[in-house]
């Protein structure tokens, strides 16, 4: 039996794939991010569901306490498009930029087989939050449609472009946090005190333009409020104008990516190292 | 065909700086074995990991052109709350191999049984080391690396080890670290010394035994 199993298996040289290195890493990644789904929360179809479940409730537990604390919304009819049109891209933003800060801690050890790197572990968590971002924004959707809120933007095209515009902000601030975590365990606080700040100050409460020019002024570096001013600039007519800037929060964006790249790139060599 | 080109290893204890390769250039070519020597902490194991590219350079380029293995028996590639047959599948995928053949070979080998499909962390040590070795053997390499660890578990399964080892040995090349200088002489054919940072080639393996000898007196 161990015979014939090794004579389909084969040694000979000449059976070794010669895949392209682009080849290798794709297999690479889709081989990291299945088994992140499998692994982040059990193994259990339950487990994997988590992944979306969590970030959900969370979405629907805050905007249920919004709706209870104030029923009146300073713009609209509804008061769960207005907070959910906030809360959104805070949960997109929070969760993947959260969960791959922790991808390089959670599977340095995968770093032993020859075939993988730093990159590869980091692009695999990023798929999976990708993925479970689009779920997350969908069954949202969904459930604010079976309670009968009239979920759809004026501008769909719009809100899309702020969901992901959003999520590459989150897939941005993850990757520099999982180079940064990795080395600095510090980096923790620094990355979820500043979430909590950026949401805060991000207008998913209030409409920042209903604030004196200097708040607004100051809060107009907060790069989530410009993901909450994009979205619900899909919803309500002529909604974000003079706050919302699209190019500073994908410069932003952009910057904070080039910046994790550089970072990794540069001290692949620490970041391989248990710390 | 792995090449070192002027690359330079060091770490920092304690404001101290200990430099494990000194700026070293070596070729380890294909189709042929090297055995690696040095006394207790000259580096052999960073060598391997630099080998491996779990670790990289201070500076200076290492180029690998063939299929290197994980070192023999590593099982830092299993996760602990998977199975044995998912962790199978696991890195069937990373090697782009077919996850049945792999896991039909990894279950006759193994001999772990049922508990393939129990999770990892419920297996005993000798199970981990046993599917790690098997792991090992079942994905086709062009070169195997070996720190120490040629064989796991009690006696009739380090034979079995060994026996298996040797047909992976007829058409792959091996990069072995070993204190046990009759190992080295059985499988490899050329010899590296690591000492004070810097690597001794010898084109007969006897040469390096016999500084490593000297070395080690």
């Known amino acids: 039996m161990l015979q014939h199993a090794f004579a389909r298996i084969g040694t000979a040289r000449h059976l070794l794939d010669r895949d392209s290195p682009l080849m290798i890493q794709s ?45 009146v919304v300073p713009i609209g009819t509804d008061p769960a498009v207005f907070f959910g049109t906030g809360l959104l891209p805070y949960i997109l933003y929070f969760y993947p930029a959260r969960m791959i800060m922790f991808a390089l801690t959670q599977n340095r050890t995968l770093l032993g087989l020859p075939a993988v790197k730093t990159s590869d572990i980091i692009i695999a968590r990023c798929i999976v939050d990708l993925i479970a971002s689009f779920w997350v924004a969908s069954i949202f959707l969904l459930i604010l449609f079976a309670f009968g809120v009239n979920a759809l ?41 500043g979430s909590i700040i950026m949401y805060v100050c991000a207008g998913v409460f209030f409409i920042p333009t209903a604030l004196p020019e200097k708040v607004r002024n100051a809060l107009w570096f907060n790069p989530l409020i410009h993901s909450v001013e994009w979205l619900r600039s899909a919803y309500y007519d002529g909604y974000g104008e003079g706050m919302l800037s699209k190019s500073y929060f994908l410069w932003v964006s952009t910057v904070i990516l080039f910046i994790a790249l550089t970072i990794e790139r540069g001290m692949r060599g620490r970041l391989m190292i248990q710390h | ?83 044995g047959r998912e962790n199978v599948k696991f890195l069937a995928r990373v090697y782009g191999e077919d996850h049945r053949h792999i896991l039909d070979f990894v279950e006759d080998f193994a001999e772990i049984g049922p508990y393939i499909d129990a999770p990892v962390r419920t297996y005993s040590s000798g199970m981990v080391a046993r599917l790690a070795f098997g792991l090992s053997m079942a ?65 007969d393996v006897d040469d390096a035994i016999e500084l490593y000898k000297r070395i080690n007196m």
């Open chain 2, 1 to 83: 065909m792995i090449k070192f080109d002027n690359v330079l290893k060091f770490y920092r204890i304690h404001r101290h700086r200990k430099v494990v390769l000194n700026h070293v250039s070596i070729s380890l070519q294909p189709g042929a074995s090297y055995g690696v020597l040095g006394v207790n902490g000259a580096g052999k194991s960073t060598f391997m990991r630099l080998i491996a590219g779990a670790e990289l350079p201070n500076s200076g380029r290492i180029q690998r052109t063939v299929r290197l293995s994980w070192p023999i028996g590593f099982s830092g590639g299993l996760h602990h709350t998977l199975t």
């Open chain 1, 27 to 71: 297999r690479v990644i889709q081989a990291i991010a299945l088994r992140d789904l499998r692994t982040r929360f059990g193994r259990t179809f339950a487990g994997t569901a988590i992944i979306v479940i969590w970030p959900l409730c969370h979405l629907l537990l805050l905007i249920s306490i919004w709706i209870l604390a104030r029923n």
């Open chain 1, 153 to 193: 933007p004026h501008r769909p095209a719009e809100a899309m472009m702020a969901i992901l515009a959003t999520i590459y902000f989150a897939l941005a601030v993850g990757w520099l946090g999982a180079v940064l975590y990795a080395m600095i365990k510090a980096w923790i606080a620094v990355q979820i005190g």
């Open chain 2, 139 to 203: 994905i086709r390499f062009e070169c195997y690396l070996i720190d120490e660890v040629l064989a796991v578990g009690d006696a009739r399964f380090q034979t079995r080890c060994r026996a298996e080892f040797n047909k992976r040995k007829q058409h792959a090349d091996i990069i072995m670290i070993s204190h046990d200088t009759s190992a080295i002489r059985q499988y490899c054919e050329h010899g590296i010394v690591l000492a004070d940072g810097n690597l001794h080639y010898f084109h």
